[in-house]
């Protein structure tokens, strides 16, 4: 056999065991997510889980998609056809829609190059050990430490290909010097945003953040197609994946749920820690940020879906987090607004 021959079987062999590394992570969160629902809600009945797996095998190509499916409609409380399942999205849809070049968006030094967005808070950058300034001008260590603090007193750095809040670390000026400079990664420098008041009585230690997805049409349009509020815990400096409480926003109004979910899915009327209560909410410059949102994914055509974690200022100015179409999990959405992306037509893209 030849040596290309044998190269090509051992690649199709890594792929086969990647992908069904993916389908049993994907199966373990979400059978862990079900039981929690199961506990409140009941058992889901085997009708569901019947049209699950039955829709899972005849319309996405496998039985391994069922188990978000399951949770879904155990959210929803019944089964409903378009949904999209987390291992779908991850190994059909990404690859299909977002490709390679979907990773850059993990590269936040690169992030304002490629958005060219004042909404970005960033102050500079360290690449390479190097300091360079938001116009990516090179700054010397000392002038960069100035200019991190020139009008506040604390700053996040967030590392290059990092998401979920992993690796963010909030700084003071007694924090920074050239030497803790030179131990740091690749990553940006963002001053801090401070939210509008209606966040404050939800989450007043830490900066609410709106997630809203675009998604781009088969004529190229880009729609806004969910959108969800998160929030942190008392103890949260900033919104943590492992703790978050979030609430579903109706994209058509801008406003709140009247219930949010805990991280095991629970819900829940209002924030466990404040007791604000999530009813009658409406996000201020929702619709202006979900505007800006989808103008900036048509100025990127080369993605077919993106996550927008927004922030919202005291003058109801959206300012950009940052942007995610690598890692960015529908699954939330998905079992709370969703189907949300009906009509792209993601369902067939396993037959290509």
């Known amino acids: 056999m030849a040596a290309s021959a044998i190269k ?35 058992a889901l009945g085997s009708p569901i889980q019947r049209q699950a797996r039955d829709y899972a095998h005849e319309v996405l190509g496998s039985a391994k998609y069922a188990p978000w499916l399951k949770v879904y409609s155990a959210v929803h409380g019944s089964f409903v056809e378009g949904w999209i399942p987390g291992d779908y ?5 990404l690859p299909c829609k977002n490709g390679q070049i979907g990773q850059a968006t993990n590269t936040k030094t690169l992030t304002k190059r490629l958005l060219n967005s004042a909404a970005l808070p960033d102050i500079a950058y360290l690449i390479d050990g190097i300091g360079y300034a938001a116009d990516y001008s090179v700054v010397s260590a000392p002038a960069l430490i100035d200019l991190l603090f020139a009008a506040d007193e604390r700053i996040f750095f967030k590392p290059d290909r990092s998401f979920q809040g992993q690796g963010i670390r909030i700084l003071g000026r007694g924090d920074i010097s050239p030497e803790t400079l030179a131990r740091l990664p690749d990553g940006v420098f963002q001053r801090p945003v401070i939210q509008h008041q209606i966040f404050d009585a939800l989450t007043p230690n830490s900066t609410a953040t709106l997630r809203l997805t675009t998604a781009k049409l088969p004529d190229g349009s880009v729609e806004l197609r969910a959108a969800d509020l ?48 999530f009813s009658n909410i409406q996000i201020p410059g929702f619709h202006q940020a979900a505007a800006m949102c989808c103008r900036l994914h048509q100025g990127f055509p080369h993605l077919g879906c993106i996550g927008w974690d ?20 529908i699954v939330f959405s998905e079992a709370t607004t969703g189907p949300s992306f009906k009509w792209l037509g993601w369902e067939s893209l396993w037959k290509r």
């Not at 199709?12 to 373990?28: F, G, I, K, S």
Request: glycine fraction near 4%.
């Open 8 to 42: 090509r079987l051992v690649k199709q062999a890594a792929l086969r065991v990647q992908r069904e590394r993916c389908h049993a992570q994907h199966a373990r969160m979400a059978q862990r997510l079900l039981a929690s629902l199961e506990q409140y809600n009941g």
């Open 230 to 277: 998160r929030l942190g815990r008392a103890n949260d400096r900033y919104v943590r994946a492992v703790s978050e409480i979030r609430v579903p926003v109706e994209m058509a109004t801008g406003v709140l749920w009247s219930r949010g979910f805990m991280p095991d899915w629970r819900q829940v009327e209002s924030h466990p820690d404040t007791g604000t209560s």
């Open 89 to 93: 999205y991850q190994l059909v849809v």
């Open 310 to 329: 927004i922030a919202i200022d005291r003058k109801e100015d959206a300012k950009i987090m940052e942007w995610n179409a690598r890692h960015n999990s």
